[in-house]
Antibody, heavy 121, light 106 residues
């Protein structure tokens, strides 16, 4: 069974940093691109960032470019999102999602349950 | 950036009736379009990809159509479990989602 479990969310002050993790199991992790998608409370879905199987391609939404960094450790079956210079607009549930492709960004067939990041003083 | 626009924002339909949801892209995405369903407190679930192909386990009452810039998700006979929020997502470029259509019981 495919499982994606996010962790690392919480309350953080504006301007500070936070690192999210996603632990993957039930599939061969290094055969898939992976993504972070966020959802502000009561709002719609927003693609944040994606990374191909070998970290050869990393993409970011304009809203996070230069502040967030996606990475993965295939030996640990883990996906990460380093978030710097956080602002209130980054308050959201952050979902880890699996792409159907290893080497390009398409659509997402499995999702985690999300971790909540709250940016507030 | 490709902007996806869904309409209507909210759709009220009675159980057993048909629901038609629309999604428009700001430029052509060919058939690189997926649909997701999200219920309260849950992660999104993949329904349709390639504009018209149902994902594994999705009932036949869900169908997708369209190409280029205009797409439609049709639910032929609404069941109680179908009332949820639906999102379209293009993957012709960096992924982007529509703002969602809330399907509510009339």
């Amino acid at each position: 069974e495919v499982q994606l479990v996010e962790s690392g969310g919480g309350l953080v002050q504006p301007g500070r940093s936070l690192r999210l993790s996603c632990a993957a199991s039930g599939f061969t992790f290094d055969e898939y691109a992976m993504h972070w998608v966020r959802q502000r409370p009561g709002k719609g879905l927003e693609w944040v960032s994606g990374i191909t199987w070998n970290s050869g391609i990393m993409g970011y939404a304009d809203s996070v470019k230069g502040r967030f960094t996606i990475s993965r450790d295939n030996a640990k079956n883990s996906l990460y999102l380093q978030m710097n210079s956080l602002g209130p607009e980054d308050t959201a549930f952050y979902y880890c999602a699996r792409d159907i492709s290893p080497s390009a960004f398409y659509y997402f067939d499995y999702w985690g349950q999300g971790t909540l990041v709250t940016v507030s003083s | 950036e490709i902007v996806m626009t869904q309409s209507p924002a909210t759709l009220s339909v009675s159980p057993g009736e048909r629901a038609t949801l629309s999604c428009r892209a700001s430029q052509s995405v060919s058939n690189n379009l997926a649909w997701f369903q999200q219920k309260p407190g849950q992660a999104p679930r993949l329904l349709i990809y390639g504009a018209s192909t149902r994902a594994t386990g999705i009932p036949a009452r869900f169908s997708g159509s369209g190409s280029g810039t205009e797409f439609t998700l049709t639910i032929s006979s609404l069941q109680s479990e179908d009332f949820a929020v639906y999102y379209c997502q293009q993957y012709n470029n960096w992924p982007s989602f529509g703002q969602g259509t809330r399907l509510e019981i009339k």
